[in-house]
């Protein structure tokens, strides 16, 4: 469903007047359009690692430069991810990944040095304090590929035809969630614990399928 059709759905499950354009709403399906982007983010926030908000990143290293800024987007990093890739004739390696204490121990004096001499392709990946990606030793030339994952925010939805990050066979979860915060609105108590409940049953069905899910296929 995109977000017109998950707002009239909400609105029908509580008897309201349907709407034609998001742009246009007043009183309670104003509000309907604000409880499904506050629904998205609601499930959203709720895990850390759903596999729908995952995307693949890379970036090509500056000679000299250790750090590099994060994706303005990234929720969370996946640290276990980093690999490096000297030229397309070579294949990637892994990065090691180190706390930031540990690379004050272990590599800040030799990447600190102005010998440019212990500039030479990134072994290791770090975060810093400020939330950058740090590469050790200092790359020596601006042609290493760095990839990695990360997990990502969500935009609200905005127009009529804006679809949900979260897949459609879970778009009920959303619409459960906006239909409590429509019974909460309306001081309905007994119909927004309904709702509650629906919409926690749904989660948990989306922790199931996509979080807990087995990678290979039991013997019978």
């Known amino acids: 469903m995109n977000y017109l059709q998950l707002c009239n759905a909400v609105l029908r499950e509580i008897n309201e007047v349907e709407i034609t354009n998001v742009a246009s709403t007043r009183g309670i399906q104003t509000s309907v ?25 890379s970036f090509t290293t500056t000679a ?5 800024a994060r994706e303005s987007d990234a929720k969370t990093i996946n640290y276990d991810s980093f690999t490096v890739q000297e030229s397309a004739s070579t294949a990637e390696k892994k990065l ?5 204490n540990e690379y004050l121990d272990r590599r800040n004096e030799a990447d600190t040095n102005p010998d440019t001499g212990s500039r030479a392709l990134p072994e290791f990946i770090y975060k810093t304090p400020d939330q950058k990606l740090g ?12 990839r990695y994952y990360y997990y990502k ?3 609200d939805m905005s127009s009529n035809t804006d679809t949900p990050t979260i897949p459609e066979r879970f ?5 459960n969630r906006a239909r409590y915060y429509a019974h ?6 007994q119909f927004s614990q309904l709702a ?14 996509l979080i807990n899910r087995k990678d290979y296929m039991r013997a019978v």
């Open 171 to 175: 778009h009920d979860v959303i619409v």
């Open 33 to 57: 359009s604000d409880f499904i982007n506050k629904a998205q983010r609601d499930i959203i926030n709720s895990e850390i690692e759903w596999p729908f908000t995952v995307v693949s990143q």
């Open 153 to 155: 925010t969500v935009s």
């Open 64 to 68: 000299g430069t250790a750090e590099y």
């Open 135 to 146: 590469l050790s030793p200092v790359p020596d030339v601006s042609t290493y590929t760095v």
């Open 184 to 189: 909460m609105l309306r001081s309905d108590v």
């Open 96 to 100: 090691r990944y180190l706390s930031f």
């Open 196 to 209: 509650l409940r629906d919409y926690t049953e749904g989660l948990s069905r989306m922790r199931v399928e």
